[in-house]
């Protein structure tokens, strides 16, 4: 049990009481030291001291990112020489957001990724390989790294992306785990193949696989996550973060989702009306952070749709479990009264080998709906085939077919890139 804070081991109710008592000291800690929130409590006539349970949560108006963009500097709690790191949110939807840390936050996240790693089957006597950024104000980086450090363990930083190189330093430095994006895995995997390495005879065990998803709502192995078990006998463990939460949902061995760290954070998961969802609903996630000095944020609105659960676990936590995100709010498609987000149609075009590339486009259509176009890449003999195989699928699965576009490696790659960033984009959203 070594790495189970205490608390998530204790009772709904035990767990309920320890975050009213948090909550009202940041409740008092924003009003005294949050301009955003010494005046969002004053706008909204708020009186913090009526803010008891966490169902009185719902008084408070909700933070959007948008809140976070105009007014970045107004979050600040603490003097600027009191900041010793400066993180930032990636800007993949509109303007950076600037997260400074001071040393107890710092302190904070490293302890954040420490029980983290610890309960997706992490020991003192593991050594990881970190294959992502550490610089580029990427916090998730210093989050491991720091995080890894603490649990006692040994890491390697590599970096992002050459896979010789990251087969080259498994082979000389033996490690037991990868901290991987899942389809950079994959990625490895092909690598292996054309040079001759059996991954299933390196020292690798586990991954701890950050930035996209691994399982569908139903807990399995998504298409991604499937092709790098099936090639390679490692377990694979999924872990959900933000930039802003300066927290991670770390799954246990169980795989049912990342597990909650109640002292660290408050979880609600929010409807379009901002009340709490019915339990099993999906909803947006929307966190309120406990113990973060710089840039604390209360009820802030994270954009991802989830579901939260509270069954128990058999690793013996009692916290909430945080489902795969199941998409962004603001691409959330609704296509003649089904609702849909992109990365339940990726999962579907990813499953069918013979498409070789695709786009995903949401548009406007004249009565004002939602419009849902696929591009996509296949042989010219797989055609007619495809476009059946597509519609069967997309019928049974999301009840509503896409209208279909063969494109060739050309057309897609000019959608694929946008005008502004070089990033390929699988996702385009003309509404
Ligand atoms: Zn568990």
């Known amino acids: ?13 035990e767990i309920k009481s320890f975050q009213e008592t948090k909550l009202q000291e940041l409740l008092q800690y924003l009003q005294q030291h949050s301009p955003f929130y010494q005046q969002h409590f004053a706008k909204h006539g708020i009186a913090i001291a009526s803010v008891k349970k966490l169902e009185d949560l719902t008084q408070i108006p909700v933070t959007t990112k948008d809140d976070l963009q105009q007014f970045n500097w107004n979050f600040l709690c603490v003097p600027k020489s009191k900041i010793v790191e400066f993180a930032s949110t990636s800007g993949t939807l509109g303007k950076p957001v600037t997260i400074p840390l001071t040393d107890n936050d710092l302190h904070r996240l490293a302890y954040n990724e420490c029980i983290s790693f610890a309960c997706a089957d992490g020991t003192s006597d593991d050594l990881y390989q970190l294959m992502l950024t550490l610089d580029r104000q990427f916090m998730a980086g210093i989050a491991y790294y720091e995080g890894i450090r603490k649990l006692g363990a040994g890491l390697v930083r590599v970096g992002p992306g050459l896979p010789a190189m990251q087969w080259e330093t498994i082979q000389r430095l033996q490690p037991t785990t990868l901290v991987a994006v899942p389809s950079f895995i994959v990625k490895l995997i092909e690598y292996a193949r054309q040079n001759g390495i059996d991954p299933n005879m390196s020292s690798v065990k586990k991954a701890i696989c950050i930035g996209e998803g691994l399982r569908n709502e139903a807990f399995n192995l998504n298409v991604i996550g499937k092709r790098i078990t099936d090639a390679w006998d490692i377990k694979l463990y999924s872990t959900y973060a933000s930039t802003e939460m300066q927290t991670a ?3 246990c061995s169980q795989g049912i989702g990342g597990h909650h760290h109640p002292e660290l954070l408050i979880l ?10 019915k339990p099993g609903e999906a909803g947006e996630v929307t966190i309120t952070t406990l113990g973060v000095e710089a840039m604390p944020l209360l009820r802030y609105k994270t954009g991802d749709i989830a579901v939260a659960y509270t069954g128990p676990c058999a690793c013996g936590r009692t916290t909430q479990r945080l489902g795969p995100v199941l998409g962004r709010k603001q691409q959330l498609i609704k296509l003649k009264g089904t609702t849909i987000y992109p990365p339940g149609v990726f999962e579907l075009l ?5 498409i070789r590339d695709y786009v995903v486009e949401a548009s406007t259509g004249e009565l004002g709906t939602d419009e849902l176009k696929l591009h996509i890449v296949v042989s010219e003999d797989m055609k007619d085939e495809i476009r059946q195989r597509l519609s069967t699928v997309f019928q049974s699965r999301l009840r509503v077919v896409p209208e279909i576009y063969f494109a060739t490696p050309q057309e897609l790659e000019k959608l694929q890139f946008g005008k502004i960033d070089r990033k390929i984009r699988k996702f385009i959203d003309n509404r």
């Open 350 to 354: 990813n499953d069918m080998s013979s």
């Open 268 to 277: 609600e998961v929010l409807d379009e009306q901002g009340m709490p969802v």
């Open 1 to 13: 049990m070594k790495h189970i804070p205490e608390i998530e081991l204790k009772s709904k109710e």
């Open 249 to 251: 949902f770390t799954e």
